[in-house]
């Protein structure tokens, strides 16, 4: 079993749909949990930053922690063209100094218009 | 803030050859560094953690020898894939830790003929 589980998709829908977007993890020890958004061929870009369960909103798009449940979300809403990308899901543990990052799949968006 | 900057975004070279990967924190000072690899449609995998003055950490599987990886200053780590084979084209990305998430280079496409 993987430690991160995130559904590949591809996952396409209309202009100005809400898109969710989820991923599942094993491993309790994850604090930090990020979404990273990657158009093709260029490096993945920092979209959320959140370590406590909850929801986190910055625009068009949350963040949703259930440590509990171990499961993470990432809501787009009014999706638009441009956020056609790959959203990669991403966690680390903390151990005192800089951990590393374990990665989703990642999930491939297509929206159109 | 925390850009990493990297060189080259591709390089085609032929068989045998050694190619050299640069990431540059522009901003700040890297203490860290990850080197990633990611194959087509595929999600990134962790090669080595760099740190500054010290011997990088290999994950398992990854050959120390073929993947050299330099990290002589607090804004520059360095990948070099020496006598490279058709089966090391990929996608090569460095990322950096900042004060929150981390914080990648744009990626280096690597194709070896």
């Known amino acids: 079993q993987k430690e991160v589980e995130q559904d590949p998709g591809p996952l396409s829908v209309p202009e100005g749909a809400i898109v969710s977007l989820n991923c599942t993890y094993s491993n309790s020890a994850f604090q930090y949990f990020m979404w990273y958004r990657q158009y093709s061929r260029k490096g993945p870009e920092l979209l959320m930053y959140?370590?406590?369960?909850g929801n986190k909103e910055d625009g068009r798009f949350t963040a949703q922690v259930d440590k509990s449940s171990k499961y993470i979300s990432l809501f787009i809403r009014d999706s638009q063209p441009s956020d056609s990308a790959t959203y990669l899901c991403?966690?680390?543990?903390?151990?005192?100094?800089?951990?590393?990052?374990?990665f989703g799949a990642g999930t491939r968006l297509a929206v159109h218009p | 803030g925390a850009v990493v900057s990297q060189h080259p975004s591709w390089v085609i070279c032929k068989s045998g050859t050694s190619v050299k990967i640069e990431c540059r924190s522009l901003d700040f000072q890297a203490t860290t560094m990850f080197w990633y690899r990611q194959f087509p449609k595929q999600s990134l995998m962790l090669m080595a953690t760099s740190n500054e003055g010290s011997k990088a950490t290999y994950e398992q599987g990854v050959e120390k020898d073929k993947f050299l990886i330099n990290h002589a200053s607090l804004t520059l780590s360095t990948l070099t894939v020496t006598s490279a084979h058709p089966e090391d084209s990929s996608f090569y990305i460095c990322?950096?830790?900042?004060?929150?998430?981390?914080?990648f280079g744009s990626g280096t496409r690597l194709t070896v003929v």
């Open positions: 990322s950096a830790p900042k004060v929150y998430g981390y914080t």
């Open positions: 991403a966690m680390s543990s903390f151990s005192g100094g800089y951990n590393k990052l374990i």
């Open positions: 959140t370590y406590s369960s």
